[in-house]
């Protein structure tokens, strides 16, 4: 039921429309010697004559130097590319990544991302999108571990290479569960609930990613913060940022003006957005682990962090774009077995999305399967003789199910 009533609502979005009918003109042609020859695609330790054997049940082809994803095609497609480590350091803080590839970061002692279809294809969609519009919003949805959060890192980078503006929230079921007790009751909208620990998180991760800008994106108004301190409007965003992390009381008030202040400033053209969310069907949770001072649990609603959160996926803003994913790990209810955008959202998440363009992230496919297992190889991840041979090959693909999460935790003790 779901395809259909995607369908029939997206029709009247043009831009959506047209992307779409773009889309769908890409083709997956294989790898030329061309590509080989011009050194955008290489492997270590082989030969033309290796590469061209079609009898071989993989390629060995595994990474290309190419490290802009502006330029990444669908010829690029199943080959990893390595994120420079300034970039890295600017735009994936440790606090903005999932556990696992941190750690991933660490053992190979780089940053790299496979090129896989979904990716390409939402950032096809922004290379023909109409800006004059309200953002497109986009949802990577998948079984668990197929690799949604990694393909939405691939469009981040691929957003901040074109100087947009990021506002990254990596896991929206993180901020609830993370520190529950570390909350205080708002002063600004009585009854409900600030977490300035969260806020300041959040604020970092923000200052990190986009400092470069934020010095040229000014306030449009005077803000009151306390008795004591207040900004002037024409002061620049940076300056709010600043406040939000010295003084984190007022964390979660400055992030709420921030957010309003950059969606005026992509209105007018000052710069382009993009808003990333990672497991967005956390922000409609019927209740959190967070509770009231009665002991009550309360709902995302009473979390001003969140609502501020929310609001950026309204209609009323344009000149930017919306990536998110879903996941289903869910806060109380237990994982669902389901992992469709409508199962995960429930109705007020999928309303609040409606018009969006789903992307499935499915399991790997047999030529991508073998290009990871080429590159665990060439990072010595795994070491055993016998994995490394056809047959052991073939036995990890089969235990794995082409599924990229698990394939990573049975190789780890090889």
């Not at 991760?205 to 934020?214: A, G, P, V």
């Not at 967070?290 to 979390?303: P, Q, V």
């Amino acid at each position: 039921k779901l395809k259909p009533t995607l369908a029939n609502k997206m029709a009247s979005f043009v831009p959506i429309r047209s992307s779409l009918m773009s889309i769908s003109k890409l083709v997956r042609p294989t790898i030329s010697f061309k590509s080989i020859k011009r050194g955008d695609i290489y492997r270590y330790g082989s030969t033309d004559a290796a590469i061209s054997s079609s009898s071989q049940p993989f390629s060995g082809l595994f990474r290309t130097k190419e490290s802009n994803p502006g330029r990444h095609t669908i010829h690029h497609e199943s080959l990893f590319y390595t994120i420079p480590s300034e970039t890295m350091q600017k735009l994936f803080p440790p606090s903005a990544l999932p556990n696992y590839f941190t750690s991933q970061i660490e053992t190979f002692n780089e940053a790299s991302l496979m090129i896989r279809v979904p990716a390409l294809e939402v950032i096809n969609y922004m290379k023909i999108a109409n800006y004059t519009q309200p953002p497109i919003k986009y949802v990577f949805y998948g079984n668990r571990g197929t690799g949604k959060t990694l393909s939405m890192l691939h469009v981040i980078h691929y957003c901040h290479s074109q100087g947009w503006l990021i506002v990254n929230l990596p896991n929206c079921l993180n901020v609830l569960k993370r520190h529950p007790t570390d909350i205080v009751p708002a002063v600004s909208y009585p009854g409900k609930i600030d977490q300035p620990r969260e806020a300041a998180i959040w604020l970092k991760i923000f200052r990190s990613n986009n400092e470069s800008i934020l010095n040229d994106l000014l306030t449009t108004a005077d803000y009151q913060w306390s008795k004591r301190e207040s900004s002037e409007a024409g002061r620049p965003l940076l300056e709010i940022v600043d406040l939000g992390l010295n003084r984190p009381r007022s964390a979660c008030d400055v992030v709420e003006v921030l957010l309003n202040e950059i969606k005026l400033s992509s209105c007018r053209g000052k710069t382009r957005m993009l808003v990333a969310f990672d497991s967005v069907n956390g922000l409609f949770e019927t209740l959190t682990p967070i509770k009231h001072e009665d002991h009550s649990r309360a709902t995302i609603d009473e979390l001003t962090l969140m609502t501020s959160f929310k609001n950026l996926l309204n209609n009323d803003w344009y000149n930017g774009a919306v990536v998110s994913s879903v996941s289903q790990n869910n806060v109380f209810r237990g994982p669902f077995d389901k992992h469709t955008p409508l199962s995960l959202l429930q109705k007020e998440g999928f309303d609040r999305l409606d018009p969006f363009v789903p992307v499935l992230v499915d399991r790997y496919s047999e030529k991508e399967v073998h290009s990871c297992l080429d590159y665990y190889v060439d990072r010595n991840w795994i070491q055993s003789e016998g994995a490394r041979t056809h047959d052991g090959r073939q036995e990890l693909v089969a235990l794995s199910d082409h599924n990229p999460r698990l394939l990573e935790k049975l190789v780890a003790p090889l």
